[in-house]
């Protein structure tokens, strides 16, 4: 009964090549969000989603595209791998905004290697 | 300028003893939430506890309490009685109240903390 799930843990591919992350809550959650989180631990916002509606891009090349089928699911394919994409990404959600108090709930990462 | 600094890269202390780890801010909204994240070897993140800029005590979460001081804008965290199971990498974070910045987390650069026995 994972809350937030992201497939797969580990990625390690060649530059050039083009890869997808999936993510998947099972909280009932509106909003859902991509991080990334580098070499020095610095996370980041890339992407954000209100049911299934882009609201933040993040100044991300657009080699990165998120992909939103339906409330429960943001995937994110990245085309054209490069070396500086190698980190950890996350993914994120949480509850309708009504407020400022909505904690953000983090699958477990994905870790990205590019070689 | 960085919206939230966090001015100790590391961190040390005896278990069973208490730490406090630092956070400051910087925003102009009225309305905004501060959080604390958790972010073991292992590598998840993990919510510990929140205070929003309205809430006028200090939040609790088991040993974890949030030192808020709004006109110093700044944003603590106390983690008493120390346990080994407490070293981790630890993240301030904010979320602010207006428009596109409400739909996102603002991350500081972390504190690593190790617990000594």
């Known amino acids: 009964d994972t809350a937030v799930s992201q497939t797969p843990k580990y990625l390690v591919t060649q530059m050039g090549n083009d890869k997808s992350i999936k993510c998947e809550q099972n909280?009932?959650?509106?909003?859902m969000y991509w991080y990334k989180q580098d070499s020095k631990k610095f996370l980041k916002i890339m992407f954000s989603?209100?049911?299934?509606?882009?609201?933040i891009n993040e100044t991300v090349p657009n080699r990165f595209s998120p992909k939103s089928p339906d409330k429960a699911h943001l995937n994110l394919h990245i085309n054209s791998l490069e070396l500086g994409d190698s980190a950890v990404y996350f993914c994120?959600?949480?509850?309708?905004?009504?407020?400022?108090?909505?904690?953000?709930?983090f699958g477990p990462g994905t870790r990205l290697t590019v070689l | 300028a960085q919206k939230i600094t966090q001015t100790q890269p590391g961190m040390f202390v005896q278990e069973k003893e208490a730490v406090t780890l630092d956070c400051t801010y910087d925003?102009?909204?009225?309305?905004?939430?501060l959080f604390w994240y958790k972010q073991p070897s292992s590598g998840e993140m993990i919510f510990l506890i929140y205070?929003?800029?309205?809430?006028?005590q200090n939040a609790t979460e088991g040993r974890y309490s949030l030192n808020f001081q709004k006109a110093r804008k700044s944003a603590n965290l106390v983690i008493s009685a120390s346990q080994l199971g407490d070293s981790a990498m630890y993240f301030c974070?904010?979320?602010?109240?207006?428009?596109?910045?409400?739909?996102?987390?603002?991350f500081g650069k972390g504190t690593l903390l190790t617990v000594n026995p």
């Open positions: 909280l009932g959650h509106d909003t």
């Open positions: 989603y209100n049911n299934k509606e882009l609201i």
């Open positions: 205070q929003g800029s309205y809430d006028e």
């Open positions: 974070a904010m979320r602010e109240g207006r428009g596109g910045s409400n739909y996102k987390l603002t």
């Open positions: 994120a959600s949480s509850r309708p905004l009504a407020g400022i108090y909505n904690e953000q709930f």
């Open positions: 925003t102009s909204d009225q309305s905004y939430g």
